[in-house]
């Protein structure tokens, strides 16, 4: 994926930065257009995933909503070019403010989280004289059999409306005037690399969605939310997920009826492989059975690794000595600032340049200014000279 241009440019970066493959940006977005668009599917991009206007405004030019969880997240869309209508607003915790906001711009549509929110949305849409387009998020307990932090749908979690309390929330619906139910929403977690979570959801999403509408609401919009994973250990071997896979099973297996449309929301699948982050090797040491080589880079840059023990793929872009095993760390005054234990890589020595792969989600939107460390500009593949076609 690297090329001497590459190298030659990220000589010159500060480092540690990430950077962008907006090339196969375009080539992903070419198969969730095939396989999920074209199909007649919705598409919302997750923003959290990450929120750059480069990204945002080639997704936007490439057909894709938006989903939200922050006012800053409605905003930052706005800014990338996606229109009120485009906006889901979803979270378990909307503040009243945010709310507000996303009233005032008239957004698609908000996903309610519990029988409280649908009170307060509708007492605030009331203030304004408006009515709230909203879907339920329903917990279906169903286990997405991911790491245990970003897994969402089992009723042990904190997320969506769960069965028992799914008939008092419909009833409400009809009693609230501010309030118009146009759907229904499920998330089950993130980094799914089987189907069969996804199966699972579909079977309870049909089940739902006649239940529901054969009490006489009428549901436009049944969205099954993202969760789809990408390959951590060979990005090059596997730069875009498998998404006629993915469409394709939710294609063959939802009962949609005429009025209705299916919608997602991917995060990670969309942008999780075209980001790496780009670091330099400070210094190299012997340990007792292996040895350290110290980056630029620390859990300030990059917390996944030391979060939920995520492993990324670390490509030496500058070094042909033979290999030897190393523990890749950051510079960070603690041991989960760890970002591979025991791996094979070319010999090292200081300044050499490591991309950490799969990067483009959920990287650089979890940065912290944690030790007060320089946070330096992104590169995108757009910049560099050589690469401009
Ligand atoms: N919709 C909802 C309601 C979500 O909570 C999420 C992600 C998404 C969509 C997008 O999911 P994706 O397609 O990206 O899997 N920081 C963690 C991931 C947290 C995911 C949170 N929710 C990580 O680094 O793995």
Known sequence: MFTEAHVDFFNQQPTPFYYYDMDLLNLTLRQVKKWGLSKGFHVHYALKANNH??????????????????GGEIERAIEGGFSPDQIAFAGVGKSDQEIELALSLNIFCFNVESIEELTVLNEIAGKKGQVAPIAL?????????THRYITTGLSENKFGINEESLAEALTLVHELDHIQLIGIHFHIGSQINQLEPFQKLVRRANELNQHIEAQGHHLTVINVGGGFGINYEAPDAEPIPDFERFFGLFESSMNLKNHQQLHFELGRSVVGQCGSLITKVLYTKPGRTRKFAIVDAGMTELLRPALYQATHHMEVLTSDLPPETYDIVGPICESSDTFRKSVELSGLQRGDIIAMRSTGAYGEVMTSRYNLRPQNPSVFSSQIPALAT
């Open 53 to 70: 206007i480069q990204l945002l405004q080639r997704l936007q030019e490439a057909g894709l909503g938006a989903d939200c969880v922050s």
């Open 137 to 145: 998020r329903i917990n279906p307990d169903v286990d997405a059999k």
